[in-house]
């Protein structure tokens, strides 16, 4: 990852109690936790929670087909939601975080003996790309790519098994991997992605009420920026390159995957 100038100075107060707001929003499952309200993830005041809310997301019987009747639930959600180096960590200000426990939560879920509940699943991949643009522009313009898993849990509720169940549901598992981000100094030319995958399935039927809610614990520290800490993740160098065409005065966009190095990160 390149340093920058552009660095956004703020008290380490105002870090503390700013909102964070996504840039953006995209899903890959746009059936269950649509980008246009499905998909909500804000940060507590202090940054100790990640808090990621799905309205849509239900868990439902699977429909049948081929003539089989319906044999599990299930429910799935990935999505991708952005935000910029400065929403964490700026100026004399650096921080990262890593995370520590997962809490799943809905309403109203309601099994029947032997669905039995067995799967739940969380999982968080950062994605950092750095971009080389200038301004006046300079060509080729270019983006590297940092990514690493913050966290991959996958636990067994154990409910509806030998008794009905039936009203709110909460599970907490902790994460026994945590994986610290790189040290943030507020870099514009620094976007992260977040992706989500939340996934749950039963053995035999079972439903919930819409309405998904996955908290992250956070461990959220100061850190002191040097250049080894951007060796992080695994890097892949010019993910994206844009040419100038000329005459056409036409842009033409590549993704490579030549030079892929794997980083391992400090604790």
């Given at each position: 990852m390149r340093t920058t100038p552009a660095i956004l100075a703020l008290s380490s107060a105002s870090i503390a109690h700013a909102a964070i707001n996504a840039a953006a929003v995209r899903s890959q499952t746009p059936y269950s936790c649509n980008a246009v309200g499905g998909v909500r993830v804000t940060f507590a005041d202090d940054v100790s929670v990640m808090h990621a809310s799905f309205p849509d997301l239900n868990l439902y019987v699977d429909t049948p087909s081929h003539g089989f009747p319906p044999s599990y639930s299930i429910m799935d959600c990935q999505a991708s939601v952005e935000f910029s180096e400065p929403d964490f960590g700026a100026g004399n200000r650096q921080t990262r975080f890593a995370?520590?426990?997962v809490?799943?939560?809905?309403?109203?879920?309601?099994?029947?003996k032997g669905d039995n509940f067995n799967q739940l699943r969380a999982k968080v991949d950062l994605n950092i790309e750095v971009s080389n643009e200038t301004s006046p522009v300079h060509y080729p313009i270019g983006?590297?790519?940092y990514t690493g898993n913050l966290v991959n849990l996958q636990v067994n509720p154990a409910v509806g098994v030998d008794e009905d169940f039936s009203g709110p549901f909460k599970f907490t598992a902790v994460n026994p991997n945590p994986f610290f981000t790189p040290?943030?100094?507020g870099r514009y030319d620094h976007v992260l992605k977040f992706n989500f995958e939340i996934f749950g399935e039963t053995v035999d039927?079972?439903?919930?009420s819409a309405g998904w809610n996955?908290?992250?614990?956070?461990?959220?520290?100061?850190?002191?920026?040097?250049?080894e800490s951007d060796n992080w993740g695994t890097e892949t160098k010019d993910w994206q390159t844009c040419y100038y065409r000329q005459p056409s005065n036409q842009t033409a966009m590549r993704r490579g995957l030549s030079s892929l190095k794997h980083k391992f990160p400090r604790p």
């Amino acid at each position: 990852m390149r340093t920058t100038p552009a660095i956004l100075a703020l008290s380490s107060a105002s870090i503390a109690h700013a909102a964070i707001n996504a840039a953006a929003v995209r899903s890959q499952t746009p059936y269950s936790c649509n980008a246009v309200g499905g998909v909500r993830v804000t940060f507590a005041d202090d940054v100790s929670v990640m808090h990621a809310s799905f309205p849509d997301l239900n868990l439902y019987v699977d429909t049948p087909s081929h003539g089989f009747p319906p044999s599990y639930s299930i429910m799935d959600c990935q999505a991708s939601v952005e935000f910029s180096e400065p929403d964490f960590g700026a100026g004399n200000r650096q921080t990262r975080f890593a995370i520590t426990n997962v809490t799943w939560s809905n309403n109203n879920l309601t099994l029947a003996k032997g669905d039995n509940f067995n799967q739940l699943r969380a999982k968080v991949d950062l994605n950092i790309e750095v971009s080389n643009e200038t301004s006046p522009v300079h060509y080729p313009i270019g983006k590297d790519l940092y990514t690493g898993n913050l966290v991959n849990l996958q636990v067994n509720p154990a409910v509806g098994v030998d008794e009905d169940f039936s009203g709110p549901f909460k599970f907490t598992a902790v994460n026994p991997n945590p994986f610290f981000t790189p040290c943030f100094l507020g870099r514009y030319d620094h976007v992260l992605k977040f992706n989500f995958e939340i996934f749950g399935e039963t053995v035999d039927g079972g439903v919930s009420s819409a309405g998904w809610n996955v908290d992250f614990g956070l461990d959220y520290q100061e850190c002191q920026w040097t250049e080894e800490s951007d060796n992080w993740g695994t890097e892949t160098k010019d993910w994206q390159t844009c040419y100038y065409r000329q005459p056409s005065n036409q842009t033409a966009m590549r993704r490579g995957l030549s030079s892929l190095k794997h980083k391992f990160p400090r604790p």
